[in-house]
């Protein structure tokens, strides 16, 4: 038993430091992510929330812009097969609660983030509608008009590539 609770003091602050590292290196990506979407010319002027909840985004409109990076391309491929075409709920990120708080409620568009696998982060950005619950993405995506975006990083997350395409949700 001794044995198990000293084990337990010194595997105990090695998992509270990675999960940190990985916080700390997932908030670098969104909030770069985030700066770039609100510095893009298409969203001057727009005021922006942002969900706290993470998002099952696929990145299946991406597919023809990655052919010029043909080991992301592979990537996307192994995701999506990997996965099998499930989808998982969304949940809540508390990286991303600590990053951006809680927004006005006075915000025109709302920001959607997946989250980060390969190095990759896809964003959603949806115009807002007032019959719908804000934080809500089915509702927000539900017959709406949105830009969605796909960021590469390289391993010191700064871009490596980033992708845009205006859509609209059925």
């Not at 993405?137 to 590539?161: C, E, H, S």
Request: proline share 3%; charged share 20%.
């Amino acid at each position: 038993m001794k044995s198990l609770v000293i084990f337990f003091l010194f595997f105990f602050p090695y998992v509270i430091c990675n999960a940190q590292s990985d916080c700390t290196n997932d908030t670098t990506m969104y909030l770069v992510a985030y700066n770039y979407i609100i510095n893009d010319s298409t969203n001057q002027g727009k005021s922006i929330s942002v969900s706290d909840s993470i998002i099952d985004l696929d990145r299946f409109w991406f597919s023809e812009d990655l052919i010029a990076l043909p080991m992301e391309k592979v990537k996307l491929d192994k995701y999506r097969a990997n996965k099998g075409y499930v989808w998982y709920p969304p949940f809540y990120s508390p990286c991303i609660a600590l990053l951006f708080g809680n927004n006005s409620q006075h915000q025109n568009d709302v920001l959607f983030f997946s989250k980060i696998e390969d190095n990759m982060l896809r964003a959603d950005l949806l115009s807002y509608k007032r019959y719908a619950d804000k934080y809500n993405y089915d509702q927000m995506a539900f017959q709406n008009v949105g830009r969605v975006y796909l960021f590469v990083f390289d391993i010191n997350t700064t871009f490596k590539a980033v992708f845009s395409h205006e859509i609209i949700y059925d």
